[in-house]
């Protein structure tokens, strides 16, 4: 197996080991965030319900049309616009699933524009 494959089978195996963990409800969803090379979204998910609360991502309208050059910026814009329409939705504290992916960067940078427009982790 090559180096890649091995990155991607470990990454899988830390976001099971994450979603064991952790589920979302009616009062407290889970933000669910997803990363390629190029892009980031992110979604608000309410597990027991199974539905989708919310949705935003790095190729919405939204962002699009404020595109930056750096992913991070693209990432925080992504979190606050998130927040915003969480909180419009009556959702202010939610559970943050990374999916794996390492806490830094633009992951980080999505969860600090989330915070920085009011949603509690």
Do not use: W
Not at 8 to 37: D, H, M, Q, Y
Not at 67 to 81: I, P, Q
Not at 84 to 112: C, M, N, S, T, W
Request: net charge positive; aromatic share 4%; charged share 35%.
């Amino acid at each position: 197996m090559n180096t890649s494959k091995k990155r991607v089978v470990s990454r899988k195996k830390r976001a099971f080991r994450i979603r064991k963990k952790i589920t979302g409800n009616a009062e407290r969803p889970r933000l669910c965030v997803r990363r390629s090379l190029r892009h980031i979204s992110a979604q608000i998910v309410d597990d027991l319900a199974g539905n989708t609360l919310a949705f935003v991502s790095s190729v919405s309208k939204e962002i699009a049309e404020k595109k930056t050059g750096k992913k991070t910026d693209m990432s925080k814009m992504v979190g606050e616009l998130i927040a915003e329409k969480a909180l419009q939705k009556g959702i202010k504290q939610i559970v943050f699933d990374r999916k794996g992916y390492p806490y830094h960067g633009r992951i980080k940078a999505l969860a600090d524009g989330a915070r920085s427009k009011g949603l509690k982790f």
